[in-house]
């Protein structure tokens, strides 16, 4: 069975890996670019972008993970995840950059600081809904024509895609891996015959 | 669909989630808008907004209160990170004002004067989480009973010395271990030996862990502590006095990161730490006049 790299460099790895394992997933921690060989998809956790970003390049995984990236190895990114693929970063650093695999703008925080955190059911476009946590959470502004929405949320300003997909880059602005409900997880690697 | 009525802030799961976001991090202090910038830059996860570090605490003496608000919001507009401040000790009054000032965690911390010698802060009410500090499991419970949703070692902070904040990650570890292999029936006369709630107590025996994130703070002053305290069981590091009281903050504060993540990569570890140039001066514990790990019970 293929391997599964969770990006250890800062975050919520541990719930990541227990999600990943309880599927029955191999996990590997990425923490330096020879982890990357033995993969065959990633997931970025959540965690804090700044952070994450910082110490992507300072351990040499960002050059050959864009080139994985460009390859079309699948990745799932979850928060900060979210933030580090998404192709346009608003509310950023003034030196912001990203991977640019998926095809969204996300506002950082665009649900507000960690008082306006918040829980609430994620409703999925193929039916029914999954509960979703969203802690200092990206929000999506903008999609491309090629991003597919899978689940939306509604904070009174009308349904706003909160669990998309871009080919082989998937993304939630929530995290999945807090709760015990497996279905992000399990439609990413079942899509992509990593289970 | 219509806007959905089961919403709701301020959830523990919300409020330890932000905790479980920083581990593998470093939060440090900073007492102005330069500091927190150049911790942002370093990699930091979050920043401790506070007037002055524990060292200066230390050494001015007097009465140590929450920060002026107008400091904080300066901090809070210039770095994306997440930014705490911290409260005295039972001073719930604080831990509203810094509430209204939608910082995104409060410190209930021995660092500034305790308010209260009795009572912490109720933190249930709260939208905002907490974080305190602890020598001992039966502490820790406690501050985790009263609504704290990350713990933190207490160590003595504004030494530069870790040997305390050692002492208190072996002690909550070594205690864990002795409720996980404790006879059932053992669990209420330990409960009552901890002076913790029997619920958290039966909790820990059971998962082996605490019910929130477990962090280190109080004398870090180098690389090699960092991953000192990563390898005893530490989610994450608290750095004080350790950056901005060193010769050169900008790199300490860039290596204390490297080795908070590689923590179990020596060969990295000795890497950053290589031409650092001098770590804070420090102080032995023994030889202090006022112990702050001993504010809070």
């Known amino acids: 069975m293929p391997a599964i790299g969770v990006l250890a460099l800062q975050g919520d790895v541990r719930e990541h890996r227990a999600t990943l394992e309880g599927l029955g997933a191999r996990v590997v921690e990425v923490r330096s670019p020879r982890d990357l060989d033995v993969i065959a998809g990633l997931v970025i956790p959540g965690g804090e972008s700044t952070a994450i970003l910082h110490l992507l390049v300072t351990s040499g995984v960002r050059a050959p993970l864009q080139e994985r990236l460009n390859d079309g190895m699948p990745v799932l990114g979850t928060c900060a995840g979210m933030i580090v693929m998404a192709r346009h970063v608003r509310d950023g650093r003034s030196d912001q950059w990203s991977f640019g695999s998926l095809d969204v703008t996300v506002r950082r925080n665009g649900y507000g600081r960690q008082v306006a955190s918040f829980e609430a059911d994620v409703a999925l476009s193929s039916g029914g809904s999954i509960p979703g946590v969203f802690i200092r959470a990206p929000r999506i502004e903008e999609w491309g024509s090629g991003v597919e929405v899978l689940g939306t949320c509604n904070r009174g300003d009308g349904d706003a895609p909160v669990w998309v997909r871009d080919g082989s880059v998937w993304a939630c602005s929530f995290h999945p891996e807090l709760t015990a409900d497996q279905t992000v997880h399990r439609t990413f690697l079942a899509a992509h015959g990593l289970l | 669909m219509s806007v959905n009525e089961n919403s709701t802030v301020g959830t523990a799961r919300v409020k330890r989630g932000l905790a479980d976001m920083l581990r593998g991090g470093v939060i440090m202090d900073v007492v102005n808008p330069e500091q927190a910038k150049i911790a942002e830059d370093a990699g930091a996860v ?14 001015d003496g007097g009465v140590a209160r929450m920060s002026d608000p107008q400091m904080i919001r300066e901090i809070q507009e210039t770095v994306t990170i997440p930014v705490m401040a911290k409260a005295r000790i039972g001073h719930f009054a604080e831990a509203q004002i810094l509430q209204s000032l939608d910082v995104d965690y409060i410190d209930e911390s021995e660092v500034l004067t305790p308010a209260d010698e009795t009572n912490h802060i109720d933190k249930w009410p709260f ?29 003595e902070a ?42 958290l107590v039966l909790e820990v025996a059971q998962t082996g862990a605490l019910p929130v994130p477990l962090f280190c703070a109080g004398g870090i002053a180098t690389p090699a502590d960092a991953s000192l305290v990563m390898q005893l069981g530490a989610e994450a590091v608290f750095v004080g006095s350790g950056i901005f009281k060193s010769e050169d903050p900008n790199r300490m504060a860039r290596a204390i990161v490297e080795a908070t993540t590689h923590f179990r990569d020596p060969s990295i570890v000795a890497k950053v730490s290589t031409g650092l140039g001098a770590a804070m001066r420090g102080a032995e514990t023994a030889s202090l006049e006022q112990r702050l790990a001993e504010r809070g019970w």
Do not use: W
């Open chain 2, 46 to 59: 979050a920043v401790m907004a506070l007037e002055r570090v524990p060292s200066d605490i230390r050494r």
């Open chain 2, 127 to 155: 939208t905002v989480p907490f974080v305190c500090g602890a020598t001992n499991l039966g502490e820790a419970l406690r501050r985790i009973g009263e609504g704290a949703c990350m713990i933190r070692s207490k160590g």
């Open chain 2, 158 to 199: 504004g030494t530069g010395n870790i040997v305390e904040a050692v002492r208190h990650l072996r002690t909550i570890n070594e205690q864990m271990r002795r409720l996980r292999a404790a006879d059932e029936a053992e669990l209420y006369a330990l409960a009552k030996d901890l002076q913790a709630p029997l619920p």
